[in-house]
């Protein structure tokens, strides 16, 4: 059982080019998020997903894309990179809970350095 | 909004224990978490209050009070694979949402 699977694992970019950070659950999970993870700031919610077709900002959603076309997938774009978004970045599932208490299941992380 | 604090870093010697402390201001709430992360690796998830009281697993017991707002992770019999970062995080009364502390970083000594 893979969880939750992000790639890669580690990325440079230089200021102003874009890329797509991937994230695969098999898990069926329906709730799927993207966290940032800065020293000294915990994780901060960029953007999150209740099921296929859905997706809404979280607390720092500037400067980044998501979409949810299947259960499993939630990639997450960088439109244009600048040095403000190097950090690790964390993509998490879990199933949906209206009252949310189900855990999350996080990804290993991909660490992102902007030049 | 939500505020949420705690302590940014803690030591303690093997065997003994330490508690970890949580204080949160949230408009809703709907249940608070503790995760452990080690260095360079995912946090993982280890305990869930929604109810005041005391929850126990093993070693580790978690403490919830929400007229307080106020929560502790506690560590017993701490070992040496406990040095890692400890994050508390809220989650509000709609939703899946997580607004997450700074985490406290444990160190053990020997």
């Known amino acids: 059982n893979a969880g939750v699977t992000q790639t890669p694992k580690f990325q440079v970019l230089k200021t102003g080019q874009s890329m797509t950070l991937q994230c695969a659950q098999d898990m069926n999970h329906e709730y799927m998020s993207w966290y940032r993870q800065d020293p000294g700031m915990g994780l901060r919610l960029i953007h999150y997903?209740?099921?296929?077709?859905?997706?809404d900002q979280g607390e720092v959603p500037n400067g980044y894309n998501v979409s949810r076309s299947t259960t499993e997938d939630f990639p997450l774009r960088l439109l244009s990179a600048a040095p403000s978004q190097t950090s690790v970045y964390f993509c998490?599932?879990?199933?949906?809970?209206?009252?949310?208490?189900?855990?999350?299941?996080f990804g290993d992380g991909t660490r992102l350095s902007i030049l | 909004g939500q505020n949420i604090d705690q302590p940014t870093e803690m030591t303690a010697t093997e065997g003994a224990i330490v508690q970890i402390n949580c204080t949160y201001q949230t408009s809703g709430f709907n249940g608070l978490f503790w995760y452990q992360q080690h260095a360079g690796e995912a946090p993982t998830f280890l305990s869930y209050?929604?109810?005041?009281g005391l929850e126990e697993k093993g070693r580790f017991s978690s403490f919830l009070s929400r007229s307080k707002g106020y929560s502790y992770l506690l560590l017993k019999e701490l070992q040496m694979k406990d040095s890692a970062s400890y994050l508390c995080?809220?989650?509000?009364?709609?939703?899946?949402?997580?607004?997450f502390g700074g985490g406290t970083r444990v160190l053990v000594k020997p």
């Open positions: 995080a809220v989650i509000k009364a709609a939703g899946n949402k997580l607004t």
């Open positions: 998490a599932s879990s199933p949906f809970s209206g009252t949310g208490q189900q855990p999350q299941h």
């Open positions: 209050n929604v109810l005041d």
């Open positions: 997903s209740v099921g296929a077709g859905i997706t």
